[in-house]
């Protein structure tokens, strides 16, 4: 038996709660791990709160990520103690995922830890640093460089938000940081960001094509602020989108791509193909000020989650929550 984080429905309704579970009860894998550290991102919230259609198979674990230690492996490149990372793969929606003492993986989906990172660590990246780190190659894939102008990280507070701030300011770029949470101005700048902006200037409808201003956009909120973000590009200008906290749709017209040649770069963390993954995961080892990293930090234990979820939907939650599962 061991400890895990349960979502379950029935015809008395949704519960979500810590509770022991049979290890027989884990799915087909090739690997059995450990679970040492997970972490909360805004797709566990929804998953947790039922606030989002992310769980599609019933009873679920949540936890989309995770960092631990194989136990058992009859995948031919994991062996017992090797050390790895989860991220994405559809745990925590159609299989179970880590927010639990133990999981049965696949090989395939592994990364191995990189050694600059301890668990710990690499949760407090997790799927959302990770994600950042994907932006931030989209737009040098796209021929971004420091010095060509502003760079408008939207969501700022929030886990990706917060590392592709710190990421893209180590890089040497103009970070503006876009935030519905004034109070939180000092910690942006602490990450790097050189102006702060309140996200009402980018929430609300907005025409289709606005005064020019960016030169790169990391977008993790989706819906009329990813479309005043693509409208305020500049020409040629490279947006990176990868969330939807606003909502999922985009209320934006064909005017910036036609116009001023505007790109569009859409971003998947939980797909991403291993060498991808592996290049983002070798960039977050050269590249993370760990200082910085350990100030955007809570931990948690396994039986805070149900709570934190809420907080972190609410708006309530300032950059990563680590769950330390042990």
């Avoid at 925590?92 to 668990?119: H, N, Q, S």
Wanted: net charge neutral; hydrophobic share 45%.
């Amino acid at each position: 038996m061991f400890n895990a984080l349960l979502l379950e429905k029935s015809e008395a309704g949704f519960t979500a709660s810590v509770k022991p579970v049979d290890e027989a009860q884990l799915p087909e894998g090739d690997v059995l791990a450990a679970i040492s550290q997970s972490t909360l991102n805004y797709k566990d919230g929804l998953a947790i709160t039922q606030r989002g259609p992310v769980v599609r198979s019933w009873p679920m674990v949540a936890g989309i990520d995770g960092a631990g230690t194989v136990l058992e492996s009859s995948h031919p490149i994991w062996r017992p103690g090797d050390r790895f990372i989860h991220n994405g793969w559809g745990l925590g929606e159609t299989r179970w995922g880590c927010l639990a003492e133990r999981a049965r993986l696949k090989g395939d989906w592994l990364v191995r830890l990189p050694e600059a990172f301890t668990p710990r660590q690499a949760m407090a990246l997790g799927t959302a640093g990770y994600t950042a780190m994907l932006c931030v190659l989209a737009l040098e894939r796209h021929g971004v460089k420091s010095g060509h102008g502003e760079v408008l990280v939207t969501g700022a507070t929030g886990g990706v938000g917060s590392v592709a701030t710190m990421l893209l300011a180590k890089a040497g770029h103009h970070v503006v940081a876009a935030t519905g949470k004034a109070s939180e101005a000092d910690y942006l700048k602490k990450l790097g960001a050189t102006t702060v902006i309140d996200r009402a200037e980018l929430s609300a409808p907005g025409k289709p094509l606005q005064k020019e201003r960016w030169a790169a956009v990391v977008d993790a909120v989706g819906s009329h602020t990813l479309a005043n973000a693509l409208a305020q590009t500049r020409y040629n200008g490279v947006v990176a989108a990868c969330g939807l906290a606003q909502g999922a749709d985009l209320p934006a017209s064909v005017m910036p791509f036609i116009l001023r040649g505007v790109t569009l770069a859409g971003v998947d963390s939980v797909m991403a193909p291993v060498a991808l993954r592996e290049q983002a995961w070798a960039r977050l080892a050269r590249d993370i000020d760990r200082d910085l990293l350990e100030s955007m930090v809570e931990d948690i234990t396994l039986a805070d989650c149900v709570a934190r979820a809420t907080d972190l939907i609410d708006g309530k939650v300032r950059g990563r929550l680590v769950v330390n599962i042990a």
